[in-house]
């Protein structure tokens, strides 16, 4: 996902085999805080006080008190409250609080929150058919935020949305990929059957059965049924593209009001059942989201204890991370997490001339890798960039360093010598799209910019509103008609593989004509082929290898300037309980934050 998709913010279309052979049972609400708990009294990891990066190894504050206002904020609006839209990494985390799939990711700190378990669903699916079918049944008792009950239908009907990307794009297109298998599904606002039920693939044989068929086996799916996309939505509610105003809610908040850049308000969904929930544990009374404009004025209400948390998890400004980490009292609240992202920037080959591979090398090799570094924070921002995989994801190599970016100094003769192989001997021009709102981007672009004058690469920055990033940035037309020759973005995987972070950014197959993360538009058979051949593999550690290779294969292509291999300081306001770092969102879980009021 982007890195606001995430802070992105892009970031879960798998098709490498991952097997999913252990599950950990959830624990109940209570014991993961603090009542009927465990010997540590709290849930998947050690509960503690708080202390710096207390965060990221164990549950901070215990506690199952119950009210209070929990207060985000966030420089960057939501991309979408739909399900099927939304791809930053943030709104996913936020959705954890009135979005349920047939399965989740536990709530739980660390390696255990990577892990899925039921959460409409009964039970993890049952396959058959040689692994291409998976069959699931939805528990009882559970309901959208109007008391209705939510049958397979609803399910599948969510899950053909995501069919109509004339309407609803933006979102993961994964679902279409693996269900549609030449039927070309129109999805449901064209579809001619008078139930809208129309995907072959999805079957709904009563109102608690749902079976999915796949073309071939693909152990992943699993994952794809956890992603906001996989969930239920009402025919009668769904208004189109209007519906992202006010989704209906299948989770323990629905949405009371959204502006949009302004912030929303959610408050309990009553007729949401706990017993049907061990994920949530619906400890505020309302969830407040603001956004704002200024990230400093955010930094310092944080640091105050008016807000609890800067949601879009890029961490604070410069300003403030200097104020933590000089005040103990501040910085035994704040922890620097890897986030599972990378920030990099791409360079489309339709803009010229990064079609020629020495052109992208010459801004490579110009790049001065401690000066970007620099501009997002320093060492606290993340480790020096080699490649783009980052740490933690198999098949990654963190040694691996094709262009010696982890050397920290530019290599003015390289980019010369490169320049002149390109036919620039006497530099050309270009543009750095970047986002306006994220000041360390920004910083990069400028930094960059810096270096590449010693070349005589005369680079302009646009920039351009975040928020519109999917048709910015991520429509190839307008990428070549606005001469966007270096992107700067993040991205983390949707989950945790090198197909989940990988594959949207280089497989040819995912180059979409809005909403694209395939910035530089590679659609090269022997990189597609790779996937492909990382999907039939049978176990996680025979498919790694293949992922390492397609990193090389890109690499070598010098289609990417990777910037770091993403931290984050984060802050957050003493009064949280229940604090801790998933791994699969690489951030702070608010399914199960609570406030001291």
């Not at 544990?281 to 204890?305: E, H, I, Q, Y």
């Not at 993340?382 to 100094?409: C, E, H, I, Q, R």
């Not at 992922?547 to 070598?556: A, L, Q, V």
Request: glycine share 10%; proline share 7%.
């Amino acid at each position: 996902m982007s890195s606001t998709h995430g802070g992105s913010t892009n970031v879960i279309r798998r098709k490498q085999a991952i097997a999913i052979t252990a599950v950990v049972a959830a624990l109940s609400l209570t014991a993961a805080c603090g009542g009927g708990k465990s010997d540590d009294g709290a849930k998947g990891g050690s509960s503690t006080g708080a202390s710096f990066d207390a965060a990221t190894k164990g549950v901070v504050n215990a506690s199952d008190k119950k009210g209070g206002e929990l207060k985000l904020w966030s420089p960057q609006d939501v991309d979408y409250l739909d399900p099927a839209r939304a791809y930053y990494g943030f709104v996913w985390n936020i959705q954890r609080l009135y979005i349920r799939q047939l399965l989740a990711y536990d709530s739980k700190p660390g390696k255990d929150g990577t892990k899925l378990v039921p959460d409409l669903a009964e039970a993890l699916p049952v396959l058959s058919n040689d692994g291409k079918t998976y069959t699931l049944k939805l528990k009882d008792g559970v309901k959208f935020e109007d008391g209705t009950p939510i049958t397979s239908k609803d399910i599948k009907y969510g899950v053909e949305r995501v069919f109509a990307q004339d309407v609803l794009s933006g979102g993961p297109t994964y679902l279409i990929d693996q269900l549609d298998q030449g039927q070309k599904y129109p999805g449901p606002y064209k579809d001619t059957d008078p139930n809208k039920a129309g995907l072959k693939s999805v079957q709904t044989p009563d109102d608690k059965t749902i079976v999915f068929n796949l073309a071939s086996a693909n152990s992943d799916f699993s994952y794809l049924l956890a992603m906001p996309s996989s969930s239920p939505v009402p025919v009668a509610k769904d208004e189109g593209a209007k519906y992202t105003n006010k989704p209906v809610s299948t989770g323990p908040y629905k949405i009371e009001s959204f502006t949009s850049g302004k912030g929303a308000t959610l408050v309990r969904n009553e007729n949401w059942d706990p017993k049907t929930d061990k994920i949530r544990s619906a400890l505020p009374d309302k969830v407040s989201f603001t956004v704002t404009t200024n990230p400093d004025d955010m930094d310092a209400r944080l640091l105050s204890g008016d807000i609890d948390l800067a949601v879009d998890g890029t961490g604070v400004q410069q300003a403030a991370k200097n104020k933590i980490l000089q005040t103990p009292d501040l910085k035994k609240n704040a922890d620097n997490p890897f986030t599972g992202y990378i920030r990099y920037m791409a360079f489309p080959q339709t803009v010229a001339p990064f079609d020629n591979i020495e052109c992208r090398k010459a801004v490579i090799y110009a790049a001065d890798p401690k000066s970007l570094q620099t501009a997002r924070g320093g060492p606290t921002s993340g480790d020096l960039g080699a490649n783009m995989l980052p740490p933690g994801v198999p098949g990654a190599d963190k040694s691996y360093d094709p262009w010696g970016l982890t050397a920290g100094a530019p290599q003015v003769d390289k980019a010369k010598a490169a320049l002149a192989a390109c036919g620039k001997p006497e530099g050309f021009k270009t543009t750095i799209a970047v986002r306006n709102n994220r000041a360390p981007e920004v910083k990069t672009a400028e930094s960059l910019q810096a270096a590449l004058k010693a070349v005589n690469i005369d680079a302009s920055i646009d920039q351009y509103d975040g928020k519109l990033s999917s048709s910015t940035i991520g429509s190839p037309e307008n990428v070549k008609k606005k001469g966007y020759g270096i992107i700067i973005m993040g991205w983390g995987a949707d989950y945790n593989s090198g197909s989940g972070f990988l594959q949207p950014l280089v497989d040819g197959s995912f180059i979409l004509p809005n909403g694209n993360n395939n910035y530089t538009e590679l659609n090269d058979p022997e990189v597609n082929g790779l996937f492909k051949k990382a999907a039939s593999a049978a176990t996680p550690e025979e498919a790694a290898p293949l992922y390492t290779e397609i990193n090389k294969k890109i690499m070598e292509k010098a289609l990417y300037l990777p910037i770091n291999f993403d931290k984050a300081l984060i802050y957050h306001n003493p009064r949280l309980t229940n604090v801790y770092f998933n791994d699969s969102m690489g951030r702070i879980d608010l399914a199960t934050l609570g406030v001291v009021k």
